[in-house]
């Protein structure tokens, strides 16, 4: 495939041109308390070309390769046609030629449907436990094989086995509806989904106890975050942020995320890296045939760098950061996120309780929002903590504030950087799920404002 896209473009003459192709084989499989809900094959194949002309840039996707042709033909011509318009260019980079498979013990695409079946429905039999109302178990998995090719020279070949699976309960009393999840993905075989049978009676038990939990009371309190939202507060509530394509025709923004500015404490530092195997963020090199890079965003408290591709790179002139991408061949790739996490600080989690000593320990993401520097996030759940020591379960806590304010609010950072890798995905310009991966450590905040029930 990769001599075959390489003799295409070999011709061409153009500034620059790249041609992408992927296929793609899977199976998702849905279970309910009705049963079966779903099953669905996916066997899919397709490519999309870039042709930059004389500061004109277009695209021409195709499913065949017989198309190819055509595809680059109809680029070009759009390419000449936009140069009248339009005078952009793209940072260059020297050609890579690599071929990188992840790894994985079991191969997910060897199993029968009444293996996996088997399996998924124990999972369903005890998250049907008692005061469970519904339950559902969601399973995915696939083999992706992408190549990318660029009039650079770069000749790049990528593998990756993909398994997910979620478990979602609803435990119901009377109006009290209460919903406990747990989902993970990897990059790696069926052995990262086939021993769970733990995490769902958690599931199951933990819907159950949040019926008798306390409505949390709002106000400001001191709190201790947990990795998971953590780890979703480094990637929607900053990560997106330091996408170079929100920034550079923004002013406002360009002030806000000034190279150089003070984000908080010396030891916070919110890395993005495109380089962590398994997780599925995993990158090794982007849609453009960048290689990952570990690019601190912030690093001891001060706006380091951004995150780019080629366009936003030149139109900024600032280093390439390997974080172009696409949800597959059929959308041409943006500025995206890998796996975007707080790196560990210096305090055990037992000493960040003890200097907490009264407050809410917020657990996991339920759902939220961002506008700009202002987010409002559910967590799944939380803990009073009196003393520095945890006592009881809360629900329905929301946290609203500022980016910039939390992060100058930030009072310790634990070091227990964990990376999530789940089911769920990134989405921007039309382009969701894409893959991502976020964590950090416990950390301890002061001043959040909570959202709950009058007190």
Excluded: W
Aim: charged letters at 25%; hydrophobic letters at 35%; a negative charge.
């Amino acid at each position: 495939m990769i001599e075959i896209l390489k003799s295409s473009i070999s011709d061409l003459k153009s500034d620059f041109c790249d041609v992408r192709f992927e296929e793609i084989h899977g199976t998702s499989i849905v279970i309910s308390n009705e049963g079966i809900e779903e099953i669905a094959y996916r066997d899919s194949k397709g490519g999309i070309v870039r042709v930059l002309d004389n500061g004109g840039m277009a695209y021409s996707s195709f499913n065949l390769i017989d198309d190819l042709k055509n595809a680059i033909i109809s680029a070009q011509k759009s390419a000449k046609l936009l140069s009248t318009k339009s005078k952009i260019d793209i940072t260059r980079y020297q050609a890579i030629k690599d071929k990188v498979t992840t790894r994985y013990e079991i191969d997910p695409l060897s199993l029968s449907l009444d293996e996996k079946l088997k399996i998924f429905n124990e999972y369903m039999n005890i998250l049907k436990a008692k005061d469970i109302q519904s339950a559902r178990v969601r399973y995915l998995d696939y083999r992706k094989k992408k190549y990318y090719v660029n009039s650079e020279g770069s000749e790049i070949e990528l593998e990756f086995t993909y398994v997910g699976i979620s478990f979602v309960a609803y435990a119901v009393s009377g109006n009290n509806v209460q919903k406990a999840a747990e989902s993970i993905a990897l990059y790696k075989g069926f052995e990262a989904v086939s021993n769970l049978h733990s995490k769902a009676e958690e599931v199951a038990k933990r819907a159950v106890d949040l019926l008798l939990a306390e409505q949390v009371v709002g106000g400001r309190y001191n709190v201790i975050i947990d990795p998971k939202l953590t780890g979703v507060f480094a990637h929607e509530a900053f990560g997106h942020l330091s996408e170079a394509d929100h920034i550079y025709g923004n002013q406002r923004l360009m002030e806000t995320m000034k190279i150089g500015r003070r984000f908080g404490v010396e030891e916070l530092n919110i890395i993005d890296d495109g380089n962590i195997e398994d997780v599925v963020g995993y990158t090794p090199y982007d849609d453009e045939g960048i290689p990952a890079q570990r690019t601190y965003l912030v690093k001891n408290g001060v706006l380091n760098a951004r995150l780019h591709s080629r366009l936003t790179s030149k139109f900024m002139n600032e280093p390439l950061s390997g974080n172009a991408r696409a949800l597959s061949y059929e959308f041409p790739p943006l500025v995206r996120m890998t796996n975007t996490f707080i790196d560990n600080g210096t305090t055990p989690v037992e000493e960040l309780f003890e200097k907490l000593g009264n407050g809410i320990y917020v657990v996991d993401f339920l759902g939220g929002q961002t506008n700009l520097e202002m987010f409002t996030f559910s967590a799944a759940y939380g803990y009073k903590v009196e003393n520095g020591k945890i006592t009881k379960l809360l629900r329905d806590i929301t946290l609203t504030g500022n980016v910039f304010e939390t992060l100058n609010n930030i009072v310790a950072i634990g070091n227990d950087l964990k990376i999530h890798s789940t089911m769920g995905g990134c989405g921007k310009g039309g382009q969701s799920p894409l893959p991502v991966g976020d964590g950090g450590p416990h950390i301890l905040v002061k001043d959040v404002l909570i959202g709950g029930k009058v007190g």
